[in-house]
């Protein structure tokens, strides 16, 4: 109707015409740049998706040319240990997920998705070009330093703060290995204008298609449906509530709760507490017949509201379970790049850097999505020979990739008992190639990372956001966010504990500067052992667990309980 109100408003056409017309607006709300209902031969289709694809691809190349060697930066241009550059990359990506959560509140409740992308790269853009001048200018004394030989000198007070200021504002806005060889090299500005150059380029194309773009409205905040539910539900904890409770629920009537259309939910049974929200009180049902149905939605919430809430307390166990496997992932871009980068990087002349190696986790990742979708997923499917299409539950493939985090944590266990094996005995710091064994050992455990991934990380995305509720769609994204997040942050914390734990007057620690000196092997087996643990805790909260359902309640039942309840209070 708003497509229709629009095309008579434009272009005044006959009702035949305009008619026709109705057909080619889209009808998911969507509307254009000038907030008209958004014309689907005009807006829309493969030029956006692309642009948006192609944007997608060079900001990710430009946030990985930082990411996987900002440990490398810290150790050699900032002269950190590997313990506290390990905390400070953690520190940095947990902060990166949280910012990402800022910008999807902003996005769903206030500025809309194409003003937040937009302000959000450019902060990003501004972040990197801040970065090479931050480095070429202070933090790289003298000349050529930064490489594995060559370590930098003392910096003044003025100039960390700027580095982090350029990478907190990186940080900020997010959200290869070419650029990882100019950096590996030494070759910090070069590689950091790169990355700066890619970002331009993104917001460039992601401003090209502006005409392009379908826009959806902010539809507000979602906190504030689950702020009445708490409210509500604690000024009633005095009420008695009758024994038939669903029958003195409140619920609106029609197919669609209040809320951005949102499908309704039944009652369920659980957090009975909460369920005091939608109980209709004599002195609600009096102001309800007064005002012919209008309530006071901190006083009185429907029955979909108090259900929103009880589905999000239900997640959060799952979600709980999800942050460690978060902390063994972190480990891809900080230990595993020290680990590289103490064993034989040389094949033949030529050198590989150990940021590199990430390589075989984007490999790993495309080929187990392939795998996944052509022969488990089917496979799993005819086994459990039921009418439903899916093979494997999101609960089910998450479990497996907990076991393949596992895995990899004990693979790169190993793999790090062999390169102390083969270490050098006279090597100190900064020497070429402290251990004879060969990167590419290194290998079955980034391919394990990415299997996980795809099981975890897809099927975490698949699972909260298909569990939460319509109403509060945001935050089922929120819930995985905050997981990578506060794994980063939990990974920041378990390397100070373990450090503090293990540093003797004899030993400098599992995580030394020096790794031939350490028992970094000791860290990824604890990893396993806490991963482990975890899996049995998610375990059994997966088969506590009990999947949302979304049913109508026509008008009639609504009514119904109105008047029922309206009954019971005569008596």
């Not at 289709?45 to 642009?51: K, P, T, Y």
């Not at 400070?88 to 997920?97: C, E, L």
């Not at 905040?221 to 009633?236: E, G, H």
């Not at 929120?478 to 914390?493: D, Q, R």
């Amino acid at each position: 109707m708003a497509c229709l109100n629009v095309c008579k408003e434009q272009g005044h056409e006959t009702e035949e015409k305009t008619q026709k017309k109705q057909h080619i607006c889209t009808l998911d709300g969507t509307v254009d740049w000038n907030a008209h209902p958004a014309i689907r031969g005009t807006t829309g289709s493969w030029v956006a998706g692309i642009l948006i694809l192609v944007n997608q691809g060079l900001a990710t190349l430009a946030f990985l040319g930082v990411e996987v060697n900002l440990v490398l930066f810290l150790t050699r241009v900032l002269g950190q240990d590997n313990a506290e550059a390990l905390n400070n990359v953690s520190k940095w990506t947990g902060t990166v997920y949280i910012f990402s959560l800022l910008g999807a509140f902003l996005s769903d409740s206030y500025w809309g998705r194409f003003k937040t992308c937009a302000i959000f790269q450019l902060i990003f853009v501004l972040g990197l070009a801040s970065l090479p001048l931050c480095a070429y200018l202070f933090l790289l004394k003298p000349r050529g330093c930064g490489d594995k030989e060559t370590p930098c000198g003392g910096h003044s007070g003025f100039h960390e703060p700027f580095f982090y200021i350029s990478i907190y504002l990186i940080a900020l806005g997010n959200g290869d290995t070419i650029l990882g060889y100019f950096e590996d090299e030494g070759m910090w500005t070069l590689g950091f204008w790169a990355s700066a150059g890619s970002a331009l380029l993104a917001l460039v194309l992601f401003l090209c298609g502006t005409p392009r773009y379908r826009h959806f409205k902010p539809s507000g905040n979602p906190l504030s449906r689950f702020c009445q539910v708490i409210i509500s539900a604690s000024r009633k904890w005095r009420v008695e509530i009758m024994p038939a409770v669903e029958d003195n629920l409140y619920e609106e009537a029609g197919e669609e709760s209040s809320k951005n259309g949102a499908r309704k939910m039944l009652h369920t049974e659980g957090f009975k507490f909460l369920d005091r929200a939608a109980y209709i009180t004599e002195k609600e049902l009096y102001h309800l017949e007064k005002d012919d149905g209008v309530r006071n939605p901190w006083r009185l919430c429907t029955v979909t509201q108090v259900e929103e809430v009880k589905c999000i307390l239900r997640l959060l166990p799952i979600w709980l379970c999800t942050i460690l496997y978060s902390v063994v992932f972190n480990q891809m871009a900080s230990l595993f790049v020290e680990q590289g980068a103490a064993m034989k990087t040389n094949v033949a002349s030529f050198h590989i850097p150990p940021a590199s190696m990430s390589s075989f986790d984007i490999l790993s990742v495309a080929a187990f999505i392939f795998i996944y979708r052509r022969v488990l997923d089917p496979l799993f499917a005819r086994l459990k020979n039921n009418s439903n299409p899916k093979g494997l539950t999101e609960l089910q493939r998450m479990g497996i990739g907990l076991v393949l985090a596992i895995l990899a944590m004990v693979s790169a266990g190993v793999v790090e008992c062999f390169r102390l094996k083969y270490a050098r005995k006279d090597c100190r710091s900064n020497c070429e190639s402290p251990s004879s064994l060969s990167i590419f050992w290194q290998v079955p455990q980034y391919m394990l990372i990415g299997a996980s991934e795809v099981f975890m990380y897809v099927g975490q995305i698949e699972f909260f956001n298909g569990q939460a509720p319509d109403g509060l769609k945001s935050f089922g994204s929120a819930l995985c966010m905050t997981s990578i997040s506060l794994g980063n942050y939990v990974s920041s914390l378990l390397v100070t504990i373990v450090m503090k734990f293990s540093t003797r007057d004899d030993m400098p620690g599992w995580i030394p500067g020096n790794l031939n000196k350490g028992h970094l092997d000791r860290f990824y087996f604890l990893l396993a052992a806490l991963t482990t643990a975890d899996l049995l805790v998610y375990f059994l909260c997966a088969k506590w667990y009990k999947y949302t359902t979304f049913e109508g309640r026509n008008e009639e039942d609504t009514n119904n309980n109105i008047a029922n309840r309206h009954a019971e209070l005569q008596v």
